[in-house]
T-cell receptor, first 112, second 115 residues
Framework: GESVGLHLPTLSVQEGDNSIINCAYSNSASDYFIWYKQESGKGPQFIIDIRSNMDKRQGQRVTVLLNKTVKHLSLQIAATQPGDSAVYFCAENRNQGGKLIFGQGTELSVKP | DAGVIQSPRHEVTEMGQEVTLRCKPISGHDYLFWYRQTMMRGLELLIYFNNNVPIDDSGMPEDRFSAKMPNASFSTLKIQPSEPRDSAVYFC?????????????FGEGSRLTVL
C-alpha cells in the first residue's frame, strides 16, 4: 500500500548539536516531498520542500536530503536550538492539486 | 497579514449534538483543506476545495460529516450527529495556486471533545 512513515517516533538532542529526522515513503511514483514543523497547540508550519529531480535542498539551518533509490527522506537541522523542539512531519504531495499525505511525525526534544 | 482563522478553538459537546467548525482562509488563496488530527491516526485529509468547489472528499469519514464553502472567504465542517470517536483537533489550511503546491498555511485548529 501507499504510505509515508517515519523511522523514529522521538528524538532527543543536545542544544547546539545537529539533528537528523528520517522518513521513508513507499510510493515510488511520488515526486514531491515536504517537511512540516508543529509546535504544541499550533497548526503545522511549512519548513522546506524538495522535488524528485533533486537530491538535496538547503534552507536556513535546515537541509533536506532525498534518496530515491531507497525511498528515503531526511531533514537535517544544524545547531539545534530549544525553539526547534516540536513534532516534525514529512508529507507527500500526490497530485498537482495538493492532496498532502502526512507521515506519523517525530517528536524532537532539545536539551539545554 | 492575518493567517487562517478557525473557530471555535475549543468545543465540548455531548454525543448526538450537531457541531459546526468554521474557517476563514487567507485572502487570495484558492485552495482550502480540512484535516483531522488524532494521536492514533495522525493528520488525515478530510476534504479539499479549489475555487470553492469540493475536489476530493474521499477522506470524509461518513455521512455524518459534511463540508461547505459558500464563498472564497468562508468554509464550514459540520458533524451531525457527533460521536465520541469524532474527538480530535480539526485543522483548516489554505494555499494559493503556484509552484510550491506543498506549502499549506494552517490555522491553529479547533479542538473538539464529544462526551
Amino acid at each position: 500500500g501507499e504510505s509515508v512513515g517515519l523511522h523514529l517516533p522521538t528524538l532527543s538532542v543536545q542544544e547546539g548539536d545537529n539533528s537528523i529526522i528520517n522518513c521513508a515513503y513507499s510510493n515510488s511514483a511520488s515526486d514531491y516531498f515536504i517537511w512540516y514543523k508543529q509546535e504544541s497547540g499550533k497548526g503545522p508550519q511549512f519548513i522546506i520542500d524538495i522535488r524528485s529531480n533533486m537530491d538535496k535542498r538547503q534552507g536556513q539551518r535546515v537541509t533536506v536530503l532525498l534518496n530515491k533509490t531507497v525511498k528515503h527522506l531526511s531533514l537535517q537541522i544544524a545547531a539545534t536550538q530549544p525553539g526547534d523542539s516540536a513534532v516534525y512531519f514529512c508529507a507527500e504531495n500526490r497530485n498537482q492539486g495538493g492532496k498532502l499525505i502526512f507521515g506519523q511525525g517525530t517528536e524532537l526534544s532539545v536539551k539545554p | 497579514d492575518a493567517g487562517v482563522i478557525q473557530s471555535p478553538r475549543h468545543e465540548v459537546t455531548e454525543m448526538g449534538q450537531e457541531v459546526t467548525l468554521r474557517c476563514k482562509p487567507i485572502s487570495g488563496h484558492d485552495y482550502l483543506f480540512w484535516y483531522r488530527q488524532t494521536m492514533m491516526r495522525g493528520l488525515e485529509l478530510l476534504i479539499y476545495f479549489n475555487n470553492n468547489v469540493p475536489i476530493d472528499d474521499s477522506g470524509m469519514p461518513e455521512d455524518r460529516f459534511s463540508a461547505k464553502m459558500p464563498n472564497a472567504s468562508f468554509s464550514t465542517l459540520k458533524i451531525q450527529p457527533s460521536e465520541p470517536r469524532d474527538s480530535a483537533v480539526y485543522f483548516c489550511a489554505s494555499r494559493r495556486t503556484g509552484i510550491r503546491t506543498g506549502e499549506l498555511f494552517f490555522g491553529e485548529g479547533s479542538r473538539l471533545t464529544v462526551l
